[in-house]
């Protein structure tokens, strides 16, 4: 394609997931609607592109998810960590997992009011640098909270990696 590195191409697509394996919609394990990445043209070893893939997904398919949610999951861990080596402390995902990265919304993804709406499109929330950091209450962000909507109340919780 040619794009300039300042440009951030997004891939999106209608109800299309990468897949693990499993096809079962309620296992949030089974699919990928979305991630960012990086890449360097073999013809051009000194540039690096980013770039996002994500699935406009249709209400009711999987549970927290619908039309632009994955985008703005996506969107706004780009802005955060464009080249995805942005570490943070350790911490414990949603499914149990581990984690060191500055992936804003892979803590909220999927879970009950973890989504907001705005002239009828969903947006996921997400979680800021004051959760990864585990500052203590009130933070620096907005209202002293570690997430855009104010629900999470403790910072994230430590992991083991090894």
């Not at 043209?41 to 406009?56: D, L, Q």
């Not at 009711?60 to 942005?86: C, K, L, Q, Y």
């Not at 943070?88 to 803590?107: H, I, M, S």
Request: hydrophobic content about 35%.
């Amino acid at each position: 394609m040619h794009l300039p590195t300042d440009t951030l191409p997004v891939f999106q697509f209608h109800d299309i997931y990468l897949n693990f394996g499993s096809i079962d919609p309620n296992n949030l394990q089974c699919c990928v609607l979305g991630f960012h990445d990086t890449f360097t043209p073999a013809t051009r070893p000194n540039e690096v592109h980013t770039f996002i893939y994500e699935s406009f997904a249709t209400a009711g398919i999987f549970r927290g998810v619908s039309d632009v949610t994955v985008m703005s999951h996506e969107a706004a861990e780009w802005v955060n960590d464009p080249f995805g080596n942005n570490l943070t402390p350790n911490w414990v995902n949603a499914g149990g997992g581990c984690q060191n990265n500055l992936e804003t919304g892979d803590f909220l993804e999927g879970m009950p009011g973890a989504s907001f709406t705005v002239d009828g499109f969903t947006f996921q929330d997400e979680t800021n640098l004051y959760w990864f950091a585990r500052t203590p209450r009130p933070t620096p962000a907005t209202a002293g909270n570690y997430n855009l909507l104010g629900t999470l109340t403790t910072p994230s919780t430590p992991a083991n990696l090894t």
